[in-house]
């Protein structure tokens, strides 16, 4: 599609951001489409070996994971640990009252 | 059309535009933007919107009272009692702002619009909750459009967020310099190092950034542009991604030094601060505030007795960020209706900011209000930032018609606290010099002891003039 085309409004849009999110909009919805059949997957050999063994029904947790579904580029939480500073005195000196 | 003003600020969009009569905001909906407009209303993204408490209700007038000939519609917006800046937020507030904004765009997706622009100015507290203000903030939804807006969303609401909670709260501030956001080249050299490898920052912000140099000497050429746009579901997905890298971002848990402060570190003990509630509560009766600002409000605790007293809008000041946004998350938790709790250095207040130094208005503009409420403030403006007295006094008069004030003498055991760690040079701070400034400014109405304290109450209106 010719980027002409677009509807581009009154704002600058910057063409570098542009093209960037089209490339991460893509990246974005094939890890959602990935994570899906991932799932679906993972679904299907647990129901297969739970026939097959179905004693560890009882005893395991659920087949089904609990970030089921959930794509696997949808956080940051797995990657970031968050930084914590400590808070420097400037931002309240002023005040002792 | 007399006395009608075109508010200095609204002029970038040529959809329209926001023009004030007798008091009351109007906008008025250029011909321009007829299309987009009615296929806002008629889709029903409007109701749903209006409903779901995420845009701001309006209604539509008689387009006569236009303020120019080129108009389509007027509409009167439901009035905010107070507009404020994004860098006078706390963390959870534009965090807010910035998950409502990513909820509208996606009902508009589905109604067959998108967002032109996502700027932060946009949002605003309406009812205890963040709501868009600009009607005019949507544009039909084209199949493969990337959205315009992405870069105005990361500039305004993920790289603040991002800034303030992996590197220090106080990078908020930064908004007050970059009109339009921080860029993102500057927010990812800020950034610490490891934030590159997570996938939310790491692609919103760094790799963003990173293509945005790229291209920068490329925006004319042909070359440059891609070759196929981007198709709904993949829209979508941007906008889930961008949702779920903001709520990965937790308010920085910095303990600092005011956020206890009626609890563990007060001055008064219980029977003091009681004795003082007292006194602000039957001062505030007697003649209801409809506007007030409490200047240095800590958690809010006297604000919420002007609310109580009858103020339609109490703006609750605070320099300590912890304090703004605990605070602000009371309000939106007890839905506090017409309580705003802001961040504001009181010696270095916000600025008029923008073109011409008219689009975005300082502190001093938005008033002045009804009363202000300066309670345990005055020695930290005179003795700790050497502000003289008659200084301080004639600052106040251009804020607010009536001012109920402290004086914390310097028997005082905060003032000495203050005063330990440097001589005393300040002669002049003492209570008949207080007065004496005050009185060439303020008209003293009442004066009474805070008992179980060496402090005193003060109720003055402002001189005429």
Same mark, same amino acid.
């Given at each position: 599609m010719d980027m002409n085309l677009f509807v581009l409004g009154y704002l600058d849009a910057g063409t570098g951001s542009l093209i960037f999110q089209i490339l991460v909009a893509s990246l974005v919805s094939a890890g959602v489409v990935f994570g899906g059949a991932m799932t679906q997957?993972?679904?299907?050999?647990?129901?297969?070996?739970?026939?097959?063994?179905?004693?560890?029904?009882?005893?395991?947790?659920?087949?089904?994971?609990?970030?089921?579904?959930?794509?696997?580029?949808?956080?940051?939480?797995?990657?970031?640990?968050?930084?914590v500073e400590k808070t420097p005195e400037s931002v309240t000196h002023r005040k002792a009252a | 059309m007399a006395l009608a003003a075109r508010i200095p600020g609204s002029f970038r969009d040529p959809s329209g535009f926001v023009f004030s009569r007798q008091g009351v905001v109007h906008r008025q909906i250029a011909s321009s933007y007829a299309p987009q407009y009615e296929q806002l209303i008629s889709s029903g993204?409007?109701?749903?919107?209006?409903?779901?408490?995420?845009?701001?209700?309006?209604?539509?007038?008689?387009?006569?009272?236009?303020?120019?000939?080129?108009?389509?519609?007027?509409?009167?917006?439901?009035?905010?009692?107070?507009?404020?800046?994004?860098?006078?937020?706390?963390?959870?507030?534009?965090?807010?702002a910035a998950l409502t904004t990513l909820r509208i765009q996606r009902a508009a997706l589905k109604r067959g619009m998108t967002l032109k622009d996502a700027s932060a100015y946009n949002v605003q507290l309406f009812d205890a909750r963040p709501a868009l203000i600009d009607t005019l903030s949507f544009e039909f939804y084209e199949a493969g459009s990337p959205w315009v807006a992405y870069r105005q969303f990361c500039q305004h609401f993920l790289a603040p967020l991002a800034l303030m909670s992996r590197t220090d709260v106080r990078l908020g501030q930064l908004f007050r310099t970059y009109i339009d956001g921080v860029p993102l080249d500057l927010a990812s050299r800020l950034l610490p190092f490891r934030t590159r490898f997570g996938l939310g920052l790491g692609l919103h912000v760094h790799a963003h950034a990173k293509a945005q140099r790229q291209y920068s000497a490329h925006s004319s050429s042909d070359k440059a542009r891609p070759s196929r746009g981007m198709s709904v579901k993949a829209f979508q997905s941007l906008v889930?991604?961008?949702?779920?890298?903001?709520?990965?971002? +937790?308010?920085?848990?910095?303990?600092?030094?005011?956020?206890?402060?009626?609890?563990?570190?007060?001055?008064?003990? +219980?029977?003091?601060?009681?004795?003082?509630?007292?006194v602000v509560q039957s001062i505030l009766a007697e003649r209801p505030p409809n506007t007030v600002w409490d200047l240095g409000a800590n958690d809010g605790r006297f604000s919420r007795l002007a609310r109580a007293a009858g103020a339609r809008s109490v703006v609750a000041w605070d320099i300590d960020p912890n304090c703004v946004d605990a605070s602000y998350r009371q309000v939106i938790a007890h839905r506090e209706q017409g309580h705003f709790p802001l961040l504001l250095d009181l010696t270095n207040p916000s600025p008029a900011m923008g073109w011409a130094h008219r689009e975005r208005l300082s502190l001093a503009e938005r008033g002045p209000v009804d009363v202000v409420l300066a309670l345990g403030l005055i020695h930290h403006l005179a003795i700790s930032n050497n502000v003289p007295l008659s200084q301080v006094a004639a600052y106040f008069r251009t804020l607010t018609r009536r001012l109920v004030i402290e004086w914390v003498p310097k028997e005082d055991s905060q003032v000495r606290k203050l005063l330990a760690t440097r001589p005393d040079i300040f002669p002049d701070y003492v209570q008949a010099k207080f007065e004496a400034d005050f009185a060439n400014q303020f008209r003293i109405l009442q004066k009474v002891s805070v008992e179980g304290t060496c402090r005193t109450l003060y109720l003055m209106e402002a001189l005429p003039g």
């Open positions: 997957l993972r679904s299907f050999f647990s129901r297969v070996i739970l026939r097959r063994r179905p004693e560890e029904q009882s005893v395991g947790e659920s087949p089904l994971s609990s970030d089921q579904g959930e794509s696997p580029l949808s956080s940051d939480q797995p990657v970031i640990v968050l930084h | 993204l409007y109701d749903e919107l209006v409903s779901d408490k995420l845009l701001l209700p309006h209604e539509e007038l008689d387009v006569r009272l236009a303020f120019s000939e080129e108009a389509y519609k007027v509409l009167r917006p439901a009035q905010l009692p107070f507009i404020s800046h994004p860098f006078e937020w706390s963390f959870s507030q534009l965090k807010d889930t991604h961008l949702e779920q890298t903001i709520l990965s971002l +937790k308010a920085p848990t910095q303990q600092t030094e005011w956020a206890d402060y009626y609890d563990a570190n007060n001055n008064y003990g +219980k029977d003091g601060l009681d004795a003082k509630e007292r």
